[in-house]
Each structure stands twice: as structure tokens, then as C-alpha cells.
């Protein structure tokens, strides 16, 4: 069946449904007259097997205030997105009333109905919100990789979540259904099985090419090369190590000024940041953006001037340039499992990592329901499933809200006792009111285990004023918990404060400043290498601010490689 757009109008159906005819080749357009026929709708759509993907209603209805009746639809159709379209007569006096429950997170959008042909700007925002939906809740139609397996395990799900950060549309299919025998041809065409049995996961991508992965990384190098593709006697002017918000804003603005660049990245293009289901509070979205699709429009960009990316190719170890008779180092060497890359600049941008979880238990089934991080694949894995999200700052807050549109409840974990103090006041506010999201204060994870099927099935619970101990049935659990810096590959010449993170300008310590001068400010100790994001002391850890880092920094390279300094 096509998803359903459910049209909501008491007296202006058929206006609706004629502006949205457009789109009656790939939905379905029931239209309703209140609140309570457009639930019905709902429930008959989701009986016959099909999905909502929308309600688009006037602000005013005749049975229901439109923020109640978002309430109801919401607690049939989660996923579904909800819009205001509102009649110009009504535009000015309700959005004043109604504006403050879209920052709560009780719908997506307030637009003004199309008064004529060709509203785009009206279209632009259903066409970006209708493909949020069917990036993270429907199959999708045209599927850039196939991934063969007969079982979804740890590895399989770990391949999935990478393909989705990167944007890239995939399913699993079983070995015995057509595209699975398909893939088992190619491979055996190819002689990738030896004659033997097929190594689980198999993959192929839109351009016929398969391979059985026994890692993410298989799959990154297969779709998107290896740092050794780049030919050996080339010295790039930049390197950026980690592409977040700061290494990819430096991508975007060192290639358009002319400089070579290569983005060396150890998972997947956006970093943490490339996880969140919805940011909302990103400066120029107003209806907020996913942090995959600020990732991979920011890397859409960068490719178009020129960077060259590298993804699922983690930096080993960094040699910095010898410095020469002229005082100036040779190029600074990086070195990968894929190969080795010579750059005159180098841009630390790896973000930081989750702290691991130290209870019982716990490791042995990442993968297998724990998950560190948003995990945004694993989210259609946990439908009607009770889940736990441990954290407070405002990952943790996004990621517990994109879950409550598949589990069945979700529990925050937080050791404070509110999330005020750690997280942004309107997650805290949309978390206050989704119904299927509880806040458990002064509380961590102390254990867990597996339930029959060998996957994550119960956790225990410690409250943190009295010590006592409660064991929760458990099928899901999201751990984002703290940040670590990821520069264990960086020499010891490049100097880092006591928790890690690297010293850039005026915190770098006096007896390493060089001719009595501080670096600049976003140079390390190292002339030439230089520090943006997350992984720099002292940074804001928000994404507007790493970006802003990432832009900063382009400047200070350009002043570097300039032969007359």
C-alpha cells in the first residue's frame, strides 16, 4: 500500500486534497472532518496494513482544540509527522497561541495554506518533512545497498546504522529471497564464496558491485576508496582528521578558497552530531534538521568544491614534519590500515566518544540491544519495546524522543536529579510532554543481561541516594554517557590538558610557546597542526560552536602555507 497523508478540514477538504494532488502518485490523501474522523483514519490505514506518514489539518477543528487532536493522532500513528496548514482568515491570530507547542515537540510545522498555484515554499517544507519520514520510518523504495543476511546480528545492524548516517537508502534481505539469490549469483560469478559457503553479511551496491563484510569498514572502502587511493607523491595543503560539524565546516571553506583537501573519517561523515534524529535549534532550520542530512548536505558541499572524503578509516598515528634548513617542516605524514597521506596542514576534528559503561553484563551485548550513542537504525528495531536511555545531556534527550516513535515506553536514566541543569529547556519541554517518555532521576546501570534469544532482555537499576538495586525488563539500552577525547593517535608533541583534550592558543603552557609567542588561537603546539570541535580544550561541545571552530580555522591554515610569513 502507498502511505497515507490524512487531509483534516472541517469545510476545505477538497481545496486540500486539490493543492496536494500532486502528491496522489505516491500517497494515498483520505481526507477527514474533525479530529476524531481523521483517528479513524488512522486506525483504518494502520489495520490494512499501511502506514501514516502525515495529518495535515486547519488550526481550528470543529470536536477538538488542534493541539489535542495532535495529542490523539500522535497515540495512534507516533511516526507519523503532523502540520498546521492554516487558512490565511486564522493565520495571524492562532499562531501566536499555537507556536509554543511546536517547540515542545507536539507537531512539525505551522505553514500557511497555498492561496494559490505553485506555493513552493509551502511544498518545500512537506517534501523536507516527508522525506524525514521516510528516512527514518518507512522501507525504502529505491535501496542504494542490499545487505544479504539471514539473521540481523550485531554486525549486520552495525552496517545498517553506518549506511544511514551516511544517507545511503538499504534493507536486508534473506539468502532465499530474489535479491538474495541475486547477490549469492554475483558472488559466486565472481568466485568471492571459493567454492566454499558465503561468508554472512553479503552487500552490493547500486553499481553490481558485492563483497561479504566482515567489518563496517569492508563495506565504507568498497562504496568510497581507500586513503591509499590517493596517489603516493601528492601532498595535500590541508588534512582534516574527523568529519563533525568543525571538520566539515573547515572541508567546506579550505576547498572553496582552493586548497587541496582530503577529510579523513573513522566512521561515519557528521560524527555524534551526525546521529541526532532532530536539531532543532540550529541557527537557519526553523522546522529543525536531522543530523545526518546537515552532515551530508555540508558534505554535498564540500565534495562539489573539490575535498575528497574518506570514511571508515580511523588515523593510526600522526608524524609530524621534520623542520628544515628554512625553518619550515616537510609535510606532516597520517597514517591509516588503508594507507598513508603526506599534508603541508593538518585539522584535529575527531569529536570525542562516549564513555564505555563499567557494569556487568553490558559489553558482551552491544550490538545486541545496547547500543552507544542514538543508534538511529536500532530505533526501527525496538517497536512497541521498552528501552532505556542513559544520559542527560542533549543527545541523550534527542535520542529518547526519536525512540518514543517506535518503543513503547522510554525510560532517561540520569545520575542528577533533573535534566534541567544538562540539557536544552525545549527538549526538556518535549520530553515533559510525550506521554511515552518517563525522566528517572538519581539512577544508573549497574548491570544487565540477555533474555531467551541471546539479546539484551533485563538491566539493573541502581538508585544513587540509598544504594538500593531494581531489576527492569529491558530491551533496549542507549548509552550516552559522558565524552572522552579520541586522540590516543596524536604524538606526544602535541599537548593536551589533564582529561585529554588538546590545547590550542593561550592554554597551551608557557614553556611550550615558541619565541616567547602563543600559537594561534587554533594551533596546537605543533607548527602546522591545528585543532577544531569537541576534541579542543575549552570548546562550547554544541554545534553551531564546532562549526563556527571549523570556519575559524581555515584562516589561520591559509596564513601558514603562505611562503612569504
Known amino acids: 500500500m502507498k502511505p497515507a497523508i490524512i487531509l483534516v478540514s472541517e469545510t476545505r477538504c477538497e481545496e486540500l486534497l486539490d493543492e496536494f494532488g500532486r502528491y496522489s502518485r505516491d500517497y494515498e490523501l483520505p481526507t477527514a472532518t474533525s479530529a476524531h474522523d481523521a483517528k479513524l483514519a488512522a486506525k483504518r490505514v494502520v489495520a490494512e496494513g499501511g502506514q501514516v506518514a502525515m495529518f495535515v489539518t486547519e488550526s481550528r477543528l470543529p470536536d477538538a482544540e488542534v493541539l489535542q487532536a495532535f495529542h490523539w493522532w500522535r497515540a495512534t500513528v507516533p511516526t507519523a509527522r503532523r502540520v498546521i496548514a492554516a487558512h490565511v482568515s486564522s493565520f495571524r491570530e492562532d499562531a501566536e497561541r499555537l507556536r ?31 522525506s524525514d519520514w521516510g528516512s527514518t520510518v518507512a522501507e525504502p523504495e529505491v535501496v542504494a545497498v542490499a545487505i544479504v543476511s539471514p539473521v540481523e546480528d550485531a554486525l549486520t545492524l552495525s552496517i545498517r546504522d553506518y549506511l544511514d548516517r551516511m544517507g545511503l537508502p538499504n534493507r536486508v534481505y534473506p539468502p532465499d529471497s530474489e535479491k538474495g539469490r541475486h547477490v549469492l549469483q554475483r558472488v559466486a560469478d565472481e568466485g568471492g564464496d571459493e567454492g566454499g559457503e558465503p561468508e554472512f553479511p553479503l552487500f552490493m551496491d547500486l553499481n553490481q558491485r558485492v563483497g561479504s563484510a566482515r567489518s563496517v569498514r569492508d563495506v565504507a572502502s568498497a562504496i568510497y576508496g581507500r586513503p591509499a587511493d590517493i596517489a603516493v607523491d601528492r601532498v595535500v595543503d590541508v588534512a582534516i582528521v574527523g568529519a563533525g560539524p568543525a571538520g566539515l565546516a573547515a572541508a567546506v571553506y579550505a576547498s572553496s578558497e582552493g586548497l587541496s583537501t582530503v577529510v579523513l573519517e573513522a566512521e561515519a561523515v557528521g560524527g555524534q552530531a551526525g546521529t541526532s534524529s532532530m536539531i532543532r535549534n540550529y541557527l537557519g532550520f526553523p522546522r529543525g534538521i536531522s543530523g545526518m542530512r546537515l552532515a551530508q548536505r555540508a558534505r554535498n558541499q564540500a565534495v562539489r568544491f573539490g575535498t575528497q572524503f574518506f570514511s571508515g578509516w580511523p588515523v593510526t598515528s600522526l608524524v609530524p614534519g621534520e623542520v628544515g634548513a628554512d625553518g619550515r617542516p616537510a609535510p606532516h605524514r597520517l597514517c591509516t590500515e588503508g594507507g598513508d597521506l603526506l599534508a603541508r596542514a593538518v585539522v584535529v576534528s575527531p569529536g570525542v566518544k562516549y564513555r564505555r559503561l563499567d557494569a556487568p553484563g553490558i559489553e558482551r551485548l552491544v550490538g545486541l540491544g545496547v547500543h552507544y550513542g542514538s543508534a538511529m537504525t536500532a530505533a526501527r528495531e525496538m517497536e512497541g519495546a521498552d528501552v532505556m ?153 554544541r554545534v553551531a560552536a564546532a562549526s563556527g571552530e571549523g570556519a575559524s580555522v581555515v584562516p589561520l591554515v591559509h596564513a601558514w602555507l603562505d611562503p612569504t610569513r
Open 100 to 130: 509554543g507547542g511546536m517547540a515542545k515537540g507536539k507537531y512539525d510545522a505551522y505553514l500557511l495554506a497555498p492561496r494559490g498555484a505553485r506555493d513552493e515554499e509551502f511544498h518545500t517544507a512537506i517534501c523536507e518533512l516527508l
Open 389 to 541: 536511555v542513559v544520559g542527560g545531556g542533549n543527545s541523550a534527550g534527542q535520542a529518547a524522543i526519536h525512540l518514543a516513535r517506535f518503543a513503547g515506553s522510554v525510560t532517561i536514566l540520569v545520575r542528577r536529579e533533573t535534566l534541567a541543569e544538562t540539557m536544552s529547556s525545549y527538549l526538556v519541554g518535549e520530553i515533559e510532554y510525550n506521554p511515552r517518555i518517563t525522566v528517572q532521576g538519581c539512577s544508573e546501570v549497574v548491570g544487565g543481561g540477555a533474555g531467551d534469544d541471546g539479546r539484551l532482555g533485563w538491566v539493573r537499576v541502581r538508585d544513587t541516594t540509598d544504594g538500593s538495586e531494581e531489576r527492569r525488563e529491558c530491551r533496549g539500552l542507549f548509552l550516552l554517557i559522558g565524552a572522552e577525547p579520541h586522540c590516543e593517535w596524536l604524538p606526544d608533541e602535541v599537548a593536551r590538558d589533564a582529561r585529554g583534550f588538546v590545547l590550542t592558543g593561550r592554554d597551551v603552557p608557557l614553556d611550550r610557546w615558541h619565541g616567547g609567542l602563543p600559537p594561534e588561537s587554533l594551533e596546537t603546539t605543533v607548527p602546522g597542526i591545528f585543532a577544531a570541535g569537541d576534541i579542543r580544550a575549552g570548546s562550547m561541545k
